[in-house]
């Protein structure tokens, strides 16, 4: 049973950075495919972005592409999302998830996920 750990959430101003960290229970983080979620209040679970195994192929929603930016760290068994110009719209709690042999479409469009993370809270606020 993968556990997966999320950091990095909290209250920032709009325009401001955070990165969120996605930390796994066991080294075999390097088999799944992983994607970053959201949930704000009244709406939906939405992949905003997600990364292969390789770490090479990403995909991006369309309104967070050009501001946010997946990565992993293989020896560090942790996926990152650093997030920059954020909004009020991007208010959420984000989850992190996997899926292990897989593509990042299926993760982050078709939103097929084996793992979840419990949340870490972003709030976006003056």
């Known amino acids: 049973q993968l556990q997966l750990v999320e950091s990095g959430g909290g209250l920032v101003q709009p325009g401001g950075s955070l990165r969120l960290s996605c930390a796994a229970s066991?080294?075999?983080?390097?088999?799944?495919?992983i994607g970053w979620f959201r949930q704000a209040p009244g709406k939906g679970r939405e992949g905003v972005a997600c990364?292969?195994?390789?770490?090479?192929?990403?995909y991006y929603e369309d309104s967070v592409a050009g501001r946010f930016t997946i990565s992993r760290d293989h020896a560090q068994n942790t996926v990152y999302l650093q997030m920059n110009s954020l909004n009020a719209q991007d208010t959420a709690v984000y989850y992190c998830?996997?899926?292990?042999?897989?593509?990042?479409?299926?993760?982050?469009?078709?939103?097929?996920?084996?793992?979840w993370g419990q949340g870490t809270q972003v709030t976006v606020s003056s």
């Open positions: 998830a996997a899926k292990r042999d897989t593509t990042v479409r299926t993760i982050c469009v078709v939103r097929s996920v084996d793992y």
């Open positions: 066991e080294s075999t983080l390097g088999y799944y495919t």
């Open positions: 990364i292969s195994i390789s770490g090479i192929i990403t």
